[in-house]
């Protein structure tokens, strides 16, 4: 009986875990799909920079 | 290299003329060539005007403005026409100065810069005002509403001011540029929402006759933007037309 | 391209650290909130990356008076490295708002001020994106962003203070607020703690990527420089 009661009485937050992993997927997400820009970005100006000095020291 | 990027901070000691008489007189000049050149072509004011009559159309099947509606939206149908007619004519009156290149010649003058920004803020500001004038009996006419209300001719030419004050700057902006005809919208609008925020809220409230309490804090909002907003734009414009 | 610096390297593993027991403590030390469940763990990140957009806000319009008065390149790609870090973030603060304010409102979208504003943030940042595109020249390009920064920057607090005229429901979490605000809730020592520490987790994040997008924009530049000497 005093099982039961504790049972009904006891107070449990709502279950919102599909909104908190929605936000911290949201989260993680857009500043990884950020750091990646920024990696591709650097690579491939890296690689435009080795061209083009390659091109320079030809044309001299 | 720095050197090439700042004539202003050399040319500014003898242009800069804080002499006031010449100053109101550059500033009058501005506005007068913007006023015969109109007068002439009469092209951004029937435009604004046209356009402005067509937006309330719109909105009239838009929105089936019937008596109980317009009470409460007939302030939002007036600030979105003003702001549509103003960005054209904004785009309008710089553009005209680009494409004849009477900024250039404008420059060249011996006057203060900012004198350049009052002269053509204030004839965007008189073209807004013409357009406003002849919008509002049209609409009251339209929909059998009284709009001659002091309260709401004071929210109009605050809102105004601010919106023309800020509207200038950028639009002599956006016409350097490549993309200028929709970019005058996309840089203006976001800045001045806290204009249509205060704009709307005051109109509405002065038209149902609401207690002076209740409207003094869109008053106050709208008053401060137009003070920050002039003076910011009065110390950068130099910046905007510096080539 | 220069060696990455020493000092950045450091900035960098401290990210990397302070990112990995800042999430450890919102999963793990933080107490679920007894009313909104595990949604309000959202919270802790949802603020902080806003912090990091009003951050960059303050930043590019620093970094835009700087240049109108020096004319050095360096600050203009300052205040484009801080608008397009404060982009991505700011879009992350909104989209989780968004998320946070479904459990608790019942409504994905609502007017409240802060929402509005960083709203509006986002389309300021993303006009001043857009007006750089439109000019080739690049002497140009940096003072009408400056200028723009500026001009944005200063009416932020209006936009605020506008929308607040209307009737709040967002949470006031720190200080007395609207009782009858929904979702409000008092932070436990705990959650204070996790909270504090993921806004100074964020404001590292936020000082080494910033960096990295000024190196990248220098050497975007060299890029171009060199391009324009070859085709020559």
Not at chain 2, 30 to 58: C, N, P, Q, T, Y
Request: net charge neutral; aromatic share 12%.
């Amino acid at each position: 009986m005093q099982t039961v009661m504790n049972l009904l009485l006891q107070e449990s937050p709502p279950n919102t875990d599909a909104y908190m992993v929605a936000g911290y997927i949201v989260i993680f997400g857009v500043m990884l799909i950020y750091l990646v820009s920024l990696v591709i970005r650097q690579r491939s100006l890296s690689k435009d920079l080795e061209l083009l000095e390659d091109l320079e020291s030809g044309k001299k | 290299m720095e050197d090439q990027s700042l004539p202003l901070a050399k040319t500014r000691p003898e242009t800069r003329v804080r002499n006031g008489a010449a100053f109101f007189s550059a500033v009058r000049a501005v506005i007068w060539k913007d006023l015969a050149a109109e007068l002439r072509s009469r092209e951004v004011l029937s435009a604004m005007l046209v356009f402005s009559l067509l937006v309330i159309l719109i909105f009239n099947f838009a929105l089936e403005l019937d008596a109980a509606t317009r009470s409460t939206v007939t302030a939002g149908v007036l600030w979105v026409t003003f702001a549509f007619a103003g960005t054209l004519g904004l785009n309008r009156s710089m553009a005209m100065e680009k494409d004849r290149g009477c900024l250039d010649g404008l420059l060249l003058a011996p006057v203060d810069r900012s004198a350049i920004y009052f002269g053509k803020a204030i004839g965007n500001l008189i073209f807004m005002f013409i357009v406003e004038l002849i919008v509002l009996p049209v609409y009251s006419i339209l929909y059998n509403t009284n709009l001659f209300n002091p309260g709401l001719l004071l929210v109009i030419v605050l809102g105004s001011i601010g919106y023309v004050a800020v509207g200038t700057l950028l639009a002599s902006m956006a016409v350097q540029t490549r993309t200028r005809d929709i970019l005058l919208p996309i840089l203006l609008f976001p800045i001045t929402i806290p204009i249509f925020v205060g704009a709307v809220k005051a109109s509405t409230a002065f038209l149902q006759a609401f207690p002076m309490a209740e409207i003094w804090p869109y008053l106050n909002l709208l008053i401060v933007y137009d003070v920050i907003f002039t003076a910011v734009a009065y110390m950068i414009f130099d910046f905007v037309v510096e080539e | 391209m220069e060696t990455k610096p020493r000092l950045l390297t450091i900035i960098d593993t401290i990210a990397v650290i302070l990112m990995i027991i800042a999430t450890g403590m919102v999963f793990f030390y933080a107490p679920t909130e007894a009313v909104m469940g595990n949604a309000q763990k959202v919270f802790y990140f949802h603020v902080a990356t806003a912090w990091v957009g009003m951050l960059s806000f303050i930043v590019a319009a620093i970094a835009g008076i700087a240049y109108l008065r020096s004319s050095d390149r360096k600050w203009d790609r300052l205040g484009l490295a801080s608008v397009e870090i404060g982009i991505a973030f700011i879009f992350i603060a909104t989209v989780t708002g968004s998320i946070w304010a479904k459990p608790i409102w019942n409504t994905w979208w609502t007017w409240d001020p802060r929402l509005t504003t960083v709203t509006i943030m986002e389309l300021i940042y993303l006009a001043y994106m857009m007006l750089r595109s439109g000019i080739e020249d690049p002497d140009r390009r940096a003072r009408f962003g400056a200028v723009y920064a500026i001009i944005g920057a200063i009416s932020v607090p209006l936009t605020f203070f506008s929308a607040r005229l209307y009737r709040t429901i967002h949470p006031v979490v720190i200080g007395s607020g609207d009782p009858s605000a929904q979702g409000t809730f008092d932070m436990t020592p705990r959650m204070l703690q996790t909270f504090m520490f993921s806004l100074v987790t964020f404001s590292v994040i936020f000082v080494s990527l910033l960096w990295h997008r000024v190196r990248l924009g220098k050497l975007a530049e060299k890029v171009e420089q060199l391009k324009l000497k070859v085709m020559a």
